[in-house]
C-alpha cells in the first residue's frame, strides 16, 4: 500500500468521552475480572500440596511441633524450669494432642513449677490435668504432689480437704483397721501404726547415717537393730509419737504465720539447704567411689600396725578392725575430697585473688576497731564536758 494513503488511513483524533452507562459497565467488568483472578488464585492454592507450597513458609506447622518440643526438653535439662513449662503450654496449643498425651504435659509442667518453689501454677498445671484425663499410672503422685504444694504454701485448711476428698485414695474396710490401726490423727490427716514404724527407722537410719561412713557394714546393721529394738516399747514409741506431732504442728504453725517470708529465716533456709545438698553431693562421691572389702583392712593394717598399738603392744586385727576401718575411710575421703575440689574448681572456672584478700586483712588490722574508737570518742566528750 502507498505511504500517503497510509496515511490517510491514520486516525490522529483523541477519543471521545464514554457515556455514563458505557463507564459503568466498563467499571463493572473490571471488578468482574479481579473475582475471577482471586477465584482462579484461590483454586491454585487450595490445590497445592503441603510439600509444594513449604518454600513459601506456610507449611511450618509441623516441623515448628517438632522444634518446640525440642525447646521444651532443652530448657528442661539445662533446668530453666519456667522457661520450660511456658515452651511445653506453647506445645500443647500447637501440637494437638489427645487427652491423654495432653494431661500427661500438663503434670510435667507442673513437676516444674513444683520444683522450681511456684506452687501455685504448679496446683494450677496438676488440677488442669486431673481435669482433662485421669490417668492411673500419675493419678497417686499428682495427689501427693498437690498435697506437698499445698503444704508449702501453709494451706493445711486446703489440704484437709483434700485429703478428704480423696479418701478413695487409701483401701478402707475392717480389715486394714485390724491390720494397720490409727494411732493419730492431726485434723484429717491420719497417721496408723505402719506410717509411724516407718517414720521411726527413717529417724534412726538418719541417725546411723551420721556415723555410717566409719562404720563396716555389720556393725551399721547391729546399731540399727539395737536402736529398733529400744523404741519397740509402747513408753518409746508414744515418746517418739508425741515428737513427731510436735514437730508437725509447730511447722503449720510456722507455715501459717508465713515465718518464710522474713528475709532472715528465708537466708537462714538457704544457707542450710546449701550446706546440706553440698555435703550430700560429697556423700554421694564417696559412696560410688570407695568400697573397702576385708582383705582392704587387713591389708592396709599389717602395713601400719604400729598406728594402732596400745601401750605399745600390737593388737589383734578383730580387734581393732572398726579402728582400721574408720582410718582408711577417712584417708580415702581426703584424697577423693580433693581430686574432686580440684576439678570442679577447673569446671567452674574459680580464681582466687590472694594478694587482695592479704591486703584486706592488712588493712582491716591497722584500722582500730569500732568500740575502741567509740570508747576514743566517748572519752574526748567527757573532757570536753568538763
Not at 539445662?78 to 491423654?100: C, H
Not at 592396709?300 to 576401718?325: G, L, P, R, S, T
Not at 582410718?327 to 584424697?335: F, G, H, I, P
Request: aromatic content about 6%.
Amino acid at each position: 500500500m502507498p505511504e500517503d494513503n497510509i496515511a490517510k488511513n491514520l486516525n490522529f483524533e483523541l477519543p471521545t468521552q464514554q457515556t455514563g452507562t458505557s463507564h459503568r459497565q466498563s467499571k463493572l467488568l473490571t471488578l468482574i475480572l479481579i473475582l475471577i483472578l482471586l477465584g482462579v488464585t484461590a483454586n491454585i492454592f487450595i490445590s497445592l500440596k503441603p510439600e509444594e507450597i513449604t518454600d513459601s513458609g506456610l507449611n511450618n506447622a509441623a516441623l515448628n511441633t517438632d522444634l518446640q518440643k525440642k525447646l521444651a526438653l532443652k530448657l528442661e535439662k539445662q533446668g530453666l524450669y519456667t522457661s520450660s513449662a511456658i515452651a511445653w503450654k506453647e506445645y500443647i496449643a500447637e501440637a494437638g494432642l489427645d487427652d491423654k498425651n495432653k494431661a500427661l504435659i500438663w503434670y510435667r509442667i507442673g513437676k516444674l513449677y513444683q520444683d522450681n518453689n511456684a506452687y501455685e501454677q504448679a496446683l494450677d498445671s496438676y488440677y488442669r490435668s486431673e481435669s482433662i484425663s485421669t490417668m492411673d499410672s500419675v493419678a497417686s503422685e499428682i495427689a501427693i504432689r498437690i498435697q506437698e504444694c499445698l503444704e508449702s504454701m501453709g494451706k493445711f485448711s486446703a489440704m484437709h480437704h483434700e485429703l478428704s476428698d480423696r479418701v478413695t485414695m487409701k483401701p478402707s474396710g475392717n480389715s486394714l483397721a485390724a491390720t494397720d490401726p490409727v494411732v493419730a490423727e492431726i485434723g484429717n490427716q491420719k497417721i496408723t501404726a505402719s506410717e509411724l514404724d516407718q517414720r521411726m527407722e527413717s529417724n534412726i537410719e538418719r541417725q546411723i547415717s551420721l556415723m555410717a561412713p566409719y562404720l563396716p557394714e555389720e556393725e551399721r546393721n547391729n546399731q540399727k537393730e539395737g536402736l529398733l529394738k529400744q523404741f519397740a516399747t509402747p513408753a518409746k514409741r508414744m515418746m517418739f509419737l508425741n515428737q513427731f506431732i510436735a514437730e508437725e504442728i509447730l511447722y503449720r504453725k510456722a507455715r501459717e504465720s508465713n515465718l518464710t517470708e522474713d528475709r532472715k529465716i528465708r537466708d537462714l533456709i538457704n544457707d542450710q539447704e546449701k550446706s546440706l545438698l553440698a555435703k550430700m553431693a560429697l556423700e554421694k562421691e564417696y559412696e560410688n567411689r570407695i568400697k573397702i572389702t576385708r582383705t582392704d583392712l587387713e591389708t592396709y593394717y599389717k602395713a601400719n600396725q604400729k598406728v594402732f598399738m596400745k601401750d605399745e603392744k600390737e593388737q589383734a586385727f578383730e580387734d581393732v578392725k572398726n579402728n582400721v576401718y574408720k582410718t582408711l575411710r577417712s584417708q580415702k575421703e581426703q584424697e577423693i575430697q580433693q581430686q574432686l575440689l580440684t576439678q570442679l574448681k577447673d569446671h567452674y572456672d574459680v580464681v582466687i585473688h590472694q594478694s587482695a584478700l592479704v591486703a584486706k586483712a592488712k588493712k582491716d588490722a591497722e584500722t582500730p576497731p569500732v568500740s575502741k574508737m567509740t570508747n576514743t570518742s566517748q572519752k574526748k566528750l567527757d573532757r570536753n564536758k568538763k
